[in-house]
């Protein structure tokens, strides 16, 4: 496309979801124009994705982004009471979304970025890309896996448990995700618990306000100086909301350590044993997704940008937010987001403040 079809904006957020938002809502604060290109047909980002009974383990005041508070609600917040507080979020600020709008592909072109899409080119002295992880999900590639005569499906997919009434199920994942799921397909489902590790449970009356205490606490010692290993932890504990405790009450919160390979029928274990299983429920976590910024050349082996802060370190005037610890700790939260996304609307703003040294 020829550069004077493209439309204009001063910054293009790409992404729809939580973080996103948070951006849009520091940069709403300043006098450059924006807009915010989502792939998703409806509001509610990565969150109208999630299992039916996916809940928050965090209450609602400590799950808000930035300016207007959650509304209260009775216990955890639901996954369609996220999505409902994310869809009037977005409203109640006026941003410009455009959606469904697929990026394709983004390229420096001059002092500029040309930012391609399904539905055409848009040009910016800036982007926030704001993707996130949901779209692709992570599974190990273990031997024997495309011999496996049974269903694989990755928790990015799973909505609830009745299609495994009845059947074995291993649940291979140990963390938030893959302990709320194995709770609820064991209420139907013969299932075996498999994660790396023991599972480390937090007592009952820690949720994800601890957790965000706990992160901020490591990012303030991390900016003194202090060594990682004296650190406190981050995200990676079970919660033990409450269908997680009645599992552990019907004692199936148990798990064993990772089979080594797939037959057509099941799995073999490391002590040579196998098991016939009918289904496998990866809860195996996900990776950035960054397809877009492949033209930039920045995207290294390990699937992911170099950063200082949200800053990319290899592409000036590229930021990228909410993809996990790397670009911000706790910035793959609703809350936490906050912090890194302010940041990112101040670099931004003075990026775009400063004049070109290549201009006459």
Not at 205 to 217: I, M, P, Q, S
Not at 230 to 253: Q, S, T, Y
Request: some cysteine; overall charge negative.
């Amino acid at each position: 496309m020829n550069a004077q079809d493209a439309r204009h904006a001063d910054v293009v957020i790409i992404g729809g979801g939580q973080s996103a938002l948070a951006v849009a809502y520091f940069l709403k604060r300043t006098d450059l124009t924006f807009v915010l290109l989502d792939a998703a047909p409806e509001s509610g980002g990565a969150w109208r994705l999630g299992w039916e009974s996916l809940h928050l383990f965090s209450p609602s005041q400590w799950s808000s982004l930035p300016g207007w508070p959650m509304p209260a609600t009775q216990g955890y917040p639901t996954r369609g009471q996220v999505v409902d507080y994310l869809s009037r979020y977005e409203d109640r600020y006026g941003f410009a979304v455009e959606r469904p709008v697929r990026v394709t592909a983004v390229r420096r072109e001059d002092s500029d970025f040309a930012i391609e899409t399904v539905n055409g080119q848009w040009r910016s002295r800036a982007v926030v890309s704001a993707t996130g992880t949901w779209s692709t999900p992570y599974i190990p590639p273990v031997e024997g896996i495309q011999t496996f005569n049974g269903e694989q499906i990755h928790s990015a997919h799973y909505r609830c448990p009745t299609p495994y009434a009845g059947k074995r199920v291993l649940v291979v994942g140990g963390g938030n995700s893959g302990a709320q799921i194995l709770a609820e397909v064991s209420q139907v489902a013969q299932t075996t618990w498999v994660t790396q590790a023991e599972p480390l449970f937090l007592p009952d009356d820690v949720d994800g306000r601890v957790l965000f205490e706990r992160a901020t606490a490591r990012w303030q010692a991390l900016q003194q100086g202090k060594a990682p290993e004296n650190l406190p932890g981050g995200f990676g504990d079970v919660v033990m909301v409450p269908p997680v405790r009645e599992a552990r009450a019907r004692g199936v919160l148990q798990s064993v350590r990772p089979f080594i390979r797939f037959t057509p029928e099941g799995v073999i274990w490391q002590d040579g044993t196998s098991t016939a299983i009918d289904a496998v429920i990866w809860c195996t976590g996900f990776r950035p997704a960054l397809d877009h910024l492949e033209p930039l050349g920045i995207v290294h082996p390990d699937g992911k940008v170099r950063v200082h802060g949200t800053q990319a370190v290899e592409a000036p005037g590229l930021w990228l937010v909410g993809y996990g610890e790397w670009t911000g700790f706790a910035s793959a939260t609703l809350v936490g987001v906050m912090r890194t996304a302010k940041s990112t609307a101040v670099e931004v703003t003075a990026h775009i403040n400063t004049p070109s040294l290549l201009s006459p």
